[in-house]
């Protein structure tokens, strides 16, 4: 494989195992709770503990619905 094939493998493959990383911190979400019934998925970031709270469409994308604190004090 070249080195521009493998870059280009490396960043495919990296989006499909990327969970998503923090809008706080930048660091790497790990999969909180996943509800396949109603297509939402909670990503908590391993770092800070921010919950992303995401949904799919209808295209079957994951979308960004809102994050939030762990403690909701603010
Ligand atoms: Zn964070």
């Excluded at 979308?63 to 604190?69: E, M, N, T």
Aim: proline share 3%; hydrophobic share 30%.
């Amino acid at each position: 494989m070249t080195e521009v094939g493998k870059t280009l493998h490396d960043s495919l493959f990296g989006q499909k195992l990327a969970a998503g990383k923090c809008k706080n911190c930048d660091y790497p979400l790990e999969v909180h709770e996943i509800d396949f019934k109603r297509n939402r998925k909670i990503l908590k970031c391993q770092r800070c503990g921010l919950f992303h709270y995401y949904k799919k469409d209808i295209v079957g994308k994951w979308r960004l619905q809102k994050v939030a604190k762990p403690d909701f004090q603010g």
